[in-house]
């Protein structure tokens, strides 16, 4: 397995432009987590899924971010507009709920808003 | 609330030292206890994980954890460090009824010196 693929691996964007990232999980998981490490606020669950539906959206900051799971194999996180405390490295991670218990995270993608 | 908690923010050993990094968590259900690695650069990566049955559980790379119930803790140790132990250790705990949603502590970045 090719394990969770994000894209892309590198973002960096003027502030107020709309960044999108993405995510595809490991084939056959059912949850699906987006993260946000900082410095300052270490790692941070922003949302996740299981089944493709959104169970908890707390740690989303504020209506900028929003994020999709279209289907059982693609993800995204959106940000618009961007601004340049967004930056941070966001990693998405799946796991197999009701099987197993641990998470697979992907590479990640650093932001860096301008 | 839940939270979890990591004793050390940064360690500092010379190869051959001993490790313990300690985590304690809140709650006193069921839970499933996890500790990830992350090397400089890279994505988090799972070390070992406690789901029940004997209490110290061994992973990769040399390193164990103990879980004491009665403490509310999930030590994590190695008897000898080397100089790519270097990283960022994460302990993560999953309380029941998560849909494999897990709690991280700040995380404790160990540097190891030749």
């Known amino acids: 397995d090719a394990g969770v693929i994000q894209s892309p691996r590198h973002e960096v964007t003027e502030m107020g432009q709309e960044v999108t990232l993405r995510c595809k999980p490991i084939s056959g998981h059912n949850s699906l987590f987006w993260y946000r490490q900082t410095m300052m606020r270490g790692l941070e669950l922003l949302i996740y899924f299981n089944n493709n539906v959104p169970i908890d959206d707390s740690g989303m900051p504020e209506d900028r971010f929003s994020a999709k799971m279209p289907n059982a194999s693609f993800s995204t996180l959106k940000i618009q507009p961007s601004e340049p405390r967004d930056s941070a490295v966001y990693f998405c991670?799946?796991?197999?709920?009701?099987?197993?218990?641990?998470?697979?995270f992907g590479p990640g993608t650093r932001l860096t808003v301008t | 609330a839940q939270s979890v908690s990591q004793h050390n923010h940064h360690v500092i050993l010379s190869e051959a030292a001993s490790l313990e990094l300690g985590c304690n968590y809140s709650?006193?259900?069921?839970?499933?206890l996890f500790w990830y690695v992350q090397y400089p650069g890279q994505h988090l990566q799972l070390l070992l994980k406690y789901f029940s049955g004997d209490p110290l559980v061994k992973g990769i790379k040399g390193f164990e954890a103990e879980f004491i119930k009665s403490k509310f803790s999930f030590n994590l140790r190695k008897p000898s460090v080397q100089w790519s132990d270097t990283a960022e250790y994460f302990c993560?705990?999953?309380?029941?009824?998560?849909?494999?949603?897990?709690?991280f502590g700040a995380g404790t970045r160990l540097a190891v010196h030749p």
């Open positions: 709650y006193g259900g069921t839970v499933n």
């Open positions: 991670a799946s796991s197999l709920f009701g099987q197993s218990y641990e998470q697979y």
């Open positions: 993560a705990v999953e309380f029941s009824g998560g849909y494999n949603k897990l709690i």
